[in-house]
Structure formats: C-alpha cells, structure tokens
C-alpha cells in the first residue's frame, strides 16, 4: 500500500503538535506526513516526540499560512511529483486575541483572521483544485467550539473560527467526492492557551471604561483557575485524535 501525503500546519505545540505525532506513529506506516510551522526553531518539541518516526513516517518543513509563496514552496516540494500529491489537508494554524474590542487595533484583528481564516483559504487555494481534478482527498480543519458559541473578550477570535465557510466548503467537497472533517474541541490546556493568557495580563485598558476593564482583569482572567480545572488536556484530547486517524485510515483504504 502507498503512503498517503498528509500535510498538518500549526504543529509547533498543542493539537498539531499531537495530532502529527499520532498520525506518524501509526503502526501499519499508512502515511507519511510533513509537519508544519512557521519557525522552524520552534520544532524542536515535535522532533522530541518524533523519536525514531523522524525521517521515515514524519519530516519536518517551513510553512507560514499568512504567506503565500510559503505556501507555494512547500506544497510544490511535496506534490512535484504525479505520486507524491496531497491526500491530507489538516489545518490547525491559529492564533487568538482576547480583551474589550476598543483596546485593540484593528491591525491586531485583522492578523488574527489573516492567520485563522485566510490561512485556510490560502491552503485550500493551492491544494483543492488538485484534489477536485483527482476527486480525492480528505480536508480536516480543527477549528474551536467557540465558532458554535461565543465567549466574553473572545470577539474576534470566535468570528474568525470559519463556521459558515467550512459548513458551505463541505457541501462542495461531496460533489467532488471529497471527505471534509470540521473539528470543533472545547477548551484545551496548551502552550498557547497559556501564551493567550499572559498577552491578557499585559493589555492596555486605558480605553476601556471602568465596569468592562473591571470585568476582564476582574471576572475573565479569574477564569484561569476554573479553565486550568475544567479543561481539557493533550492526553484527554488523545481518544479523538485517534478517532481522527481511524476515519482517514478507513477513507484511505475504502473510499
């Protein structure tokens, strides 16, 4: 059996991180998959967990979804041939920005969509007309529960969690007998859950007025304690990787 071509981004730290893994360590050796980040220099927890998977069923390579001919390059590098084209697309790039709307520019919201939403959409732009010719291939996005709910000072976050776009993008992948998965995982314990947080402690609230500067340094941040408490871990979120890679296992082999 041929190795399917998997491509995951965001793969730096938490669910990318994991999910490459997983993928790679899938014992019958079904793909073979390149891992993605934007800084390479920050691999070096995924080469850790790689262990022996490293340069047979996983390779490590630059990809910045915020830059098109990054896109291009690594892409190009992978579907050069008519035998290596792209069989999986797993998007898990992202960004987020918390705070009251009036403290931030719209140059820091505009980054976050351009990372969230147009980086799925630069992705898609190079990959799906390839899969539409074959009519194969398979498309996961792991996106976040809050593009089903909102939540306080998580406004622009939640609007660039691409609910609609990939609702409408699975009505077209099915003419094309292509498989879409629409990830949605509640809150999950990583790094860059943590990273959102302390960006939260240094926000500048000199726009804000007094009750909602109050009720973010003063009710959000204090979610903290509960968050840490009730949200999942890498470990928790473990049983629906594997339950990720079961599905492309049985799309690669029957569909």
């Given amino acids: 059996m041929n190795q399917k071509v998997v491509l995951i981004t965001g793969c730096s730290s938490g669910i990318g991180l994991a999910l490459a893994i997983r993928i790679a360590k899938d014992e019958k050796k079904r793909f073979m998959n390149h891992g993605t980040m934007r800084n390479l220099s920050k691999g070096q927890h995924l080469v850790k967990e790689a262990g022996r998977t490293l340069g047979r069923t996983l390779v490590i390579k630059q990809l910045d979804v915020c830059d098109e001919q990054s896109i291009k390059a690594c892409v190009s590098a992978l579907c050069g041939l008519p035998e290596h084209q792209m069989d999986i697309l797993s998007n898990n790039a992202g960004v987020d920005l918390i705070g009251p709307i009036e403290c931030q520019s719209i140059d820091e919201m505009k980054a976050v969509m351009d990372t969230n939403f147009f980086g799925l959409v630069r992705l898609l732009k190079e990959v799906l007309p390839d899969m539409k010719k074959r009519k194969e291939g398979h498309i996961v996005v792991i996106s976040s529960v809050m593009g089903i709910q909102g939540i306080l000072f998580n406004d622009i976050y939640a609007a660039s969690k691409m609910e609609g776009f990939c609702e409408s993008l699975a009505v077209q992948a099915l003419r094309f007998n292509l498989n879409s998965f629409f990830i949605e995982p509640g809150p999950v314990i990583t790094e860059f859950e943590h990273k959102v947080y302390e960006d939260g402690l240094k926000t500048d609230l000199s ?20 968050f840490e408490t009730l949200g999942q871990t890498l470990e928790d979120v473990a049983t629906h990787l594997n339950a990720i890679v079961q599905i ?8």
């Fill in 207 to 226: 726009k804000a007025d007094k009750v909602t500067a109050d009720m973010f340094t003063n009710i959000y941040l204090n979610y903290k304690q509960i």
């Fill in 248 to 255: 492309l296992t049985c799309f690669t082999v029957f569909g």
